[in-house]
């Protein structure tokens, strides 16, 4: 499972989604990006050191990030 977040401006971050594949994830900002009427002309991933991205779609003080559930890999490397 993945937790998709946006931030703000602020720097706030709200979660916008729950997905189980990455690919539902980069759907679940689409969707976001078209409720709130903003066409991004390109897509950048930044891969962060603690396994999550950071979604660069343009804008120069929001940000969308994908964050894996840790403990769900943890649960399948003990169980293994």
Same mark, same amino acid.
């Given at each position: 499972?993945?937790?998709?977040?946006?931030?703000?401006?602020?720097? &706030?971050? #709200?979660?916008i989604?729950?997905?189980?594949?990455?690919?539902?994830?980069?759907?679940?900002?689409? &969707?976001?990006?078209?409720?709130?009427?903003?066409?991004?002309?390109?897509?950048?991933?930044?891969?962060?050191?603690?396994?999550s991205?950071?979604?660069?779609?343009?804008?120069?003080?929001?940000?969308?990030?994908?964050?894996?559930d840790?403990?769900?890999?943890? #649960?399948?490397?003990? &169980?293994?």
């Amino acid at each position: 499972m993945h937790t998709v977040l946006f931030q703000n401006m602020s720097g &706030e971050r #709200s979660t916008i989604a729950v997905a189980s594949t990455e690919e539902m994830c980069y759907r679940a900002i689409n &969707e976001f990006l078209k409720e709130k009427n903003y066409h991004n002309y390109y897509t950048r991933v930044i891969e962060l050191g603690d396994g999550s991205k950071k979604i660069d779609v343009g804008s120069w003080s929001e940000f969308f990030f994908i964050v894996p559930d840790k403990s769900l890999e943890v #649960s399948k490397v003990s &169980e293994g």
